[in-house]
């Protein structure tokens, strides 16, 4: 055999055994859902506990399908999108680090495992007369506020007062829920005119603030 061919034949193999050995270490270099977790604490937190400075609700504890569809819709426009969602806009960009759905899973499964914590509450609602409005909550969310996977309702104990309050307007005014493949946003629609104003909006958020103290 020519050693011209012997030669190709022994750079061909080399070349495999890199493309082989490149490609484990590419496998084992897969960031964890920790690893991707570091761009969000600037605002969420180390804990994921929050910073309303930041308009960043605590979101240790959330189930991860909710995190991960919220990630996705962020990603995909399909929130975040109205021109005066400012919140949402700051979201939007953070979502499209994430490059796969394997990624936003694997960030979403990590936001699971942080341990929630009862945030102080900010806003002067009334949870004595917010607890008769809760009645219409308690479909989805349940009596305890720990929600409900299959109608696609979170737990809504630990993200903040003042968070709870923020989304009840956008659903109400159309700032979220309104585009027509937030299937699950759109329940919350009506759900948010059925509060007269903002006060009303506070009392039932006061009354959900009592439950952060059934922990999971």
């Not at 999108?81 to 499209?96: F, K, L, V």
């Amino acid at each position: 055999m020519p050693s011209s061919i012997r030669l190709l034949g022994l750079i061909a193999a080399i070349a495999a055994t890199m493309s082989l050995t490149l490609g484990s270490h590419t496998a084992l270099a897969a960031p964890t859902g920790q690893d991707l977790f570091q761009k969000c604490i600037n605002c969420h937190g180390q804990q994921g506990h929050g910073n309303q400075l930041y308009l960043a609700p605590g979101i240790a504890g959330l189930p991860s399908w909710y995190v991960e569809l919220q990630l996705t819709n962020f990603k995909q426009n399909i929130r975040g999108n109205h021109y005066d969602d400012i919140a949402g806009h700051r979201m939007r960009p953070m979502a499209r680090m994430l490059k796969t759905q394997a990624e936003i899973g694997s960030v979403a499964k990590y936001v699971a495992t942080l341990k929630p914590a009862p945030v102080k509450p900010v806003l002067d609602g009334d949870p004595g007369a917010g607890q008769a409005a809760y009645v219409t909550c308690t479909a989805c969310h349940g009596a305890d506020g720990k929600g409900n996977q299959a109608l696609g309702a979170p737990d809504i104990r630990f993200t903040g007062d003042w968070y709870l309050l923020a989304q009840l307007k956008k659903f109400k005014s159309g700032k979220r829920g309104a585009n027509p493949k937030d299937i699950k946003g759109a329940t919350m629609r009506p759900m948010a005119m059925t509060l007269a104003n903002e006060q009303a909006m506070k009392d039932v958020i006061a009354y959900i603030m009592t439950l952060a103290k059934t922990r999971k």
